[in-house]
């Protein structure tokens, strides 16, 4: 069964740090590019970040480059997504995505919250 698991969300400050991790199974992981979105209350889920299946190519939206930096290991099917300079707007649920044989797969999200 195709599978992404995230994890490693909660509340922070504004200006900390989260680090977020998408476990995949069920697909071989080291041939799929990975991509990380975004769903705040009341607005359209948002991508935020790409990385290429060995991870040499990655991508970010303007919204969070040079903050956010998404990595991978493929040996341990897990793609992570660390988030420094957190803002209040940051706030949202976040999903871990792959596109496989032209159908989405997605992860059930994980909540961050960046309030004072």
């Known amino acids: 069964q195709v599978q992404l698991v995230e994890s490693g969300g909660g509340l922070v400050q504004p200006g900390g740090s989260l680090r977020l991790s998408c476990a995949a199974s069920?697909?071989?992981?080291?041939?799929?590019?990975m991509r990380w979105y975004r769903q705040a209350p009341g607005k359209e889920r948002e991508w935020i970040a790409f990385?290429?299946?060995?991870?040499?190519?990655?991508l970010y939206a303007d919204s969070v480059k040079g903050r956010f930096t998404i990595s991978r290991d493929n040996a341990k099917n897990t793609v992570y997504l660390q988030m420094n300079s957190l803002k209040p707007e940051d706030t949202a649920v976040y999903y871990c995505?792959?596109?496989?044989?032209?159908?989405?797969?997605w992860g059930q999200g994980t909540q961050v919250t960046v309030s004072s």
């Open positions: 069920g697909f071989t992981f080291s041939i799929y590019a």
């Open positions: 990385i290429s299946n060995i991870g040499s190519n990655t």
């Open positions: 995505n792959t596109q496989r044989r032209g159908v989405d797969v």
